[in-house]
């Protein structure tokens, strides 16, 4: 799909006259006239290929020269860096009305996302979707989610262990985690049991991935051209969308699951989503119906399995940090019981180690925003339609409010260490209206499934194992997977 904002933000007039017809309307008379400055190279088309190149670099040269705010235009489409927990609170908080998902990026992974709730941009179609799921994802729902948690990642051991020589050959942990992160969230919000076609669902979104972070780089050709890449989308895509109308064709075809005794079971999402009408008497049809639950499919399994990969990497890396994670599953598991919700409170240094995993390594590390009016932002004007770009990789290593940021370091979250920071120095999840609706289900997964998995075992670096890279994709994943070698304890 073509981008199509190619248009500029007019340079702000002196003097402050009537705008250009094709530029923004006038400036009400409190909005500052300056521009964020522009990165350079300012010429168009160096600037895109440097962003193409390398899109970190470029970022990381530009928040150098130019600090918290300043503007770029790969291919001439006018995107605005902000990287101040201040400007982040503005767009994503204080003045979320003003801002919208129509924004390059989410218009990129829309032929993915369709209308689902991670990238629609109409904000009443929205709400109406976001209040319809929101109840299947506060803390006491997640609570009831919390076996299959467990459940699952036993499973996952025990294939582990079932393997030959299962301590000897190295564990492609991302792609196993992967799965796990699928059969977590598919068994709890569908009911559905997807077996092996979790690795084809994998394999496709892994495919798409790449092919949209290139095309989120530069543009060119738009994804109608059926370029041999642009082809590959289109097989994934189908092969996403046949893994999610698998399960909701044999819901239609059987009905919810216990449904003899359905007054005593609550129904789950997708039973929800089936029959919920609005107040005007229409239900969600098929097709959206479909879309949310790739949505909730893509937004769980991605997200969660670059978190726990990154988390198991960085504690075999650094093993005081992982005595101290054993010695608290030790102590509230004395009984080498399987953790159960209940006790998530007695995991703080655990979660300390995913908070800061979810530091370092932001598997959602960057969002944007379309503008929809002139704003200002750090005393600059940002003209409507800017693509307002918050990239958490940068702001989780902002030298203001980390100490040593590129340090792996569970005290940053020490309580006095929270209390002493900005909030919004820290947005893994996002923030604000369309925070991440999966927050709580991915804090208590990622926490128990460590901690199971930590009763036992370790997971240790294979000999000589080189470091490995962030891969700035549409999301950080681990540049060729995490491979770690089990160890029972
Ligand atoms: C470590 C795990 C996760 C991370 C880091 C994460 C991160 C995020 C972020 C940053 C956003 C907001 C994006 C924005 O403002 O543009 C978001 C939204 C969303 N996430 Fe997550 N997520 C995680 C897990 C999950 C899970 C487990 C689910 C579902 C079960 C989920 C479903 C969604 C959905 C549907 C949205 C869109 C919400 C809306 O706009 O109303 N996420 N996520």
């Known amino acids: 799909m073509p ?45 895109a290929l440097a962003f193409r190149r390398d899109q970190l670099g470029f970022l990381a040269r530009g928040i150098e020269e ?7 235009r790969p291919l001439g489409i006018p995107m605005v860096l902000i990287n ?16 919208d998902k129509g924004a ?108 949209l972070a290139d095309f989120f780089r530069f543009p060119f050709p738009p994804l109608s051209v059926p370029t041999p890449s642009h082809r590959v989308l289109r097989r994934a895509v189908d092969d996403m969308d046949s893994f999610v109308s698998g399960f909701i064709e ?13 007054e005593e079971e609550a129904p789950d999402l997708l039973t929800l989503l089936m029959h919920t009408v609005d107040d005007d008497g229409s239900g969600m049809d098929l097709e959206q119906l479909h879309h949310e639950v790739l949505n909730l499919c893509i937004g769980a399994y991605e997200t969660t399995t670059n978190a726990l990969s990154w ?26 019981r399987v953790p159960g ?39 600059h004007r940002i003209p409507a339609h800017s693509n307002v770009l918050i990239n958490s990789y940068f702001l989780h290593r902002h030298p203001d409010f980390w100490p040593a940021p590129d340090t792996f370091d569970p005290d940053n979250f020490a309580p006095e260490a929270v209390a002493a920071r900005p909030k919004h120095a820290y947005v893994p999840f996002g923030s604000g209206p369309r925070v991440c609706i999966g927050k709580h289900f991915a804090l208590t997964e990622l926490v128990l499934a460590l901690t199971t998995v930590a009763r036992r075992h370790r997971l240790v670096l294979p000999d000589g194992a080189p470091e490995v890279e962030p891969d700035p994709l ?10 770690l070698r089990l160890e029972p304890r």
């Open 3 to 47: 981008v199509k904002e190619r248009s500029e933000p007019t340079e702000p007039r002196k003097g402050g006259g009537p705008a250009d017809p094709a530029g923004p309307a006038e400036l009400p008379p409190d909005l500052p006239p300056e521009l964020p400055p522009l990165a350079s190279p300012r010429h168009r088309v160096g600037s």
């Open 66 to 72: 130019h600090g918290d705010l300043f503007r770029f």
């Open 84 to 99: 101040h927990p201040d400007h982040i609170q503005h767009v994503l908080v204080e003045h979320s009305e003003r801002y």
């Open 104 to 211: 390059a990026l989410f218009k990129i992974v829309r032929p993915v996302l369709r209308d689902g709730l991670i990238a629609i941009a109409d904000m009443d179609r929205w709400r109406r979707q976001r209040r319809m799921m929101a109840p299947h994802f506060t803390p006491r729902t997640v609570a009831t989610f919390a076996r299959n948690m467990t459940d699952e990642t036993e499973l996952m051991l025990e294939r582990w262990t079932s393997r030959p020589e299962p301590y000897a050959r190295p564990l492609d942990v991302t792609d196993e985690i992967g799965q796990l992160a699928l059969r977590i969230v598919t068994r709890s919000l569908f009911s559905a049991q997807v077996g092996d076609s979790a690795r084809d669902f994998e394999q496709a979104f892994g495919a798409a991935n790449a092919i």
């Open 250 to 262: 044999r819901r239609l075809a059987d009905g919810p699951p216990g449904e003899a005794d359905a």
């Open 311 to 336: 988390a198991f990497y960085l504690l075999a890396r650094h093993p005081e940090a992982e005595a101290r994670v054993h010695a608290e599953v030790d102590e509230v598991l004395d009984d080498g």
């Open 341 to 379: 919700f209940d006790d998530l409170p007695r995991f703080p240094y655990t979660r300390r180690v995913i908070d800061e995993t979810l530091r370092i390594y932001s598997p959602a590390y960057q969002t944007m925003r379309r503008a929809l009016v002139d704003d200002e932002i750090g005393g």
């Open 474 to 483: 549409i999301t950080l994943h681990p540049k060729g997977g995490v491979h």
